[in-house]
């Protein structure tokens, strides 16, 4: 390698829950900038989930945590040519990727949900993911099931 790896940046945690997957879940939800906005909406679907899993003896962010954990990938298969024909090769995610694919994939399905606003969209998914379903807790089986297929590529990885 030529150039030095550049450095992480350090992400400052949310001002309600004092987290920094918070923030970094807000960073991906953000269109343009309006950061506000964005916290607006992820409060907001907190606030949701909240009221309609009061049952739940876990508070609105442990679920959303558990929601995440749901729909986090553990293996991805990426494209590998190897003397003239591409090979589906499956591999494991690094920690910080694993967590920034569920975090997209839970933005992205809930973008594509019926609904009024984005933070009813976000919370029904939150909700989905809690109990192991919803869009993107299928990608997650989706991406196992190619990778599952695939095993027989593994040695191809370095």
Not at 120 to 140: C, H, P, T, V, W
Request: no cysteine; aromatic share 8%.
């Amino acid at each position: 390698m030529r150039k030095a790896k550049p450095k992480k940046r350090v992400i400052l945690p949310d001002p309600v829950y004092n987290d920094q997957k918070v923030s970094k879940f807000v960073n991906h939800l953000m269109y343009d900038g309006k950061k506000t906005k964005s916290y607006e909406i992820f409060y907001n679907a907190l606030d949701t989930v909240k009221n309609k899993m009061a049952n739940e003896e876990k508070s609105s962010l442990e679920i959303w945590k558990t929601a995440l954990d749901n729909i986090t990938p553990l293996v991805e298969v990426k494209s590998r040519r190897i003397g003239g024909a591409t090979f589906q090769v499956p591999t494991e995610i690094r920690p910080d990727r694993k967590e920034s694919i569920s975090m997209k994939n839970m933005i992205a399905f809930a973008r594509k949900r019926s609904g009024k606003t984005m933070a009813d969209k976000l919370a029904a998914e939150i909700m989905d993911a809690f109990n192991s379903q919803g869009g993107a807790y299928k990608r997650k089986e989706d991406m196992h099931r190619m990778a599952e297929a695939n095993r027989a590529f593994a040695h191809f990885r370095f």
